[in-house]
């Protein structure tokens, strides 16, 4: 058998890039049609030759960071992946620098409530420590529980030794931020204006408001590089809005986490002395109400878990539409409450994230407890 005669082989960077650049041809097109797309692969072939690297335009950029949100497998909020605001500040390199668009990212995403799917890409260089720009803090208590959130202990322990001093020690005290650039992290104290949390109230369960439960409202993943055409930004925070099951069916309710379902079925005043009286699927239910009930009050955005289903379902048929196929993860597709009555339970989904692609690389700092466990959606 003799082999097959073959070109030179092309360096993985260089296939990545003719990849993505055809694809963003595709998908929005180079102006002068199929000699555009030539000459731009030209472009990038030569600025890699003489440099090793290529350099994506705006317009590439922007393109790139929405496809990777809407190649996310986990996620089911990719219905609206086109209206992705993405921020170019592959310029911006000093902490300074990063934390005063940090600050406006945060600003105007949250935008008075009606929040907006933001991305902001930073150069080279810089990494932020927390998995998420708002995260409340876990202080381990000598009885071997915690105050606040169980899932930060290690990031709360690895901000006190780069020098923060510690908060009031609520259950949800704000973490600064640990910006690296350059190899040297510096701590940010998030002002009070740029952190907008909502404090949950039952309908009609007084009780449960009493319980003094909240939780913010911007999700920003901080953790995550953002990958395009075998370019890695390691900086690329990115945010949509909450799903409510993420606060009320996980995050509040988990056991290893805040743990409020004993406490909640007891401002309902429910009989806890057996579990199948259902009193924690009872809790969950009424405090997933809460959430709903006092975003909607407060007017923060807010999904539940029925219409964000359905709008998965609806982004499944704009992408056959469009000839493309939809790769998923079942397990994070399924809300955590109620799952079989939303229609994805129903339905089968090929895993796997292609590039352009949201990656998350092991922190260096971090032992992780649990990575698979920073999950958007669960
Ligand atoms: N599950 C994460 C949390 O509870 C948030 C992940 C991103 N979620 C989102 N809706 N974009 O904090």
């Not at 993985?12 to 998908?27: G, I, K, S, T, V």
């Not at 381990?140 to 105050?147: A, L």
């Not at 597709?333 to 292609?354: M, N």
Request: include cysteine; charged fraction near 20%; proline fraction near 8%.
């Amino acid at each position: 058998m003799t082999a097959a005669p073959r070109l030179m082989p092309a360096s993985p960077l260089l296939e990545q890039a003719e990849d993505f650049l055809r694809l963003y041809h595709r998908e929005v097109g180079y102006a002068g049609g199929q000699d555009g797309l030539e000459a731009r692969l030209e472009t990038a072939r030569s600025e890699l030759t003489r440099t090793g690297h290529y350099t994506l335009t705006p317009g590439e950029l922007t393109h790139g960071a929405r496809v990777a949100w809407r190649n996310s497998a986990r996620c089911v909020g990719r219905l609206p992946w086109r209206a992705l605001e993405v921020r170019d500040l592959r310029h911006a390199t000093h902490p300074d620098e990063v934390f005063a668009q940090l600050l406006a990212h945060l600003h105007g995403a949250f935008n008075g409530g009606r929040i907006r799917p933001v991305i902001s890409v930073f150069g080279p260089g810089v990494r932020i420590h927390n998995p998420q720009l708002i995260r409340y803090a876990g202080y381990p208590r000598p009885d071997g529980g915690v105050v606040g959130d169980p899932e930060n202990v290690a990031l709360t322990d690895h901000l006190r030794r780069l020098g923060w001093g510690g908060g009031p020690g609520s259950p949800f005290d704000v973490l600064p931020l640990a910006i690296e650039a350059g190899g040297e992290v510096q701590l940010y104290d998030l002002p009070a204006e740029a952190i907008h949390e909502v404090p949950l109230t039952h309908p009609d369960c007084p009780a449960l408001g009493a319980l003094g439960l909240k939780w913010h409202a911007l999700p920003v993943i901080s953790d995550m590089a953002l990958e395009i055409g075998g370019l890695d930004f390691a900086c690329a925070p990115f945010n949509g809005w909450y799903l409510e099951t993420e606060i009320a069916a996980r995050n509040l309710a988990d056991q290893d986490r805040y743990n409020q379902l004993p406490a909640v079925a007891r401002a309902l005043g429910l009989d806890t002395s057996r579990a199948r009286t259902l009193w924690q699927d009872r809790a969950l239910v009424e405090l997933n109400v809460a959430a709903l009930h006092s975003f909607d009050a407060a007017g923060v955005r807010l999904s539940d878990h029925h219409a964000a289903t359905r709008q998965f379902v609806r982004f499944e048929e704009e992408e056959a539409r469009a000839g493309r196929a939809v790769r998923g993860r079942w397990s994070w597709l399924v809300p955590p409450l109620s799952p079989a009555t939303t229609p994805v339970w129903h339905r089968h989904y090929e895993d796997g994230d292609e590039s352009p692609r949201f990656v998350r690389g092991q922190a260096a700092w971090v032992k992780l407890q649990r990575p698979e466990r920073g999950c958007p959606f669960h």
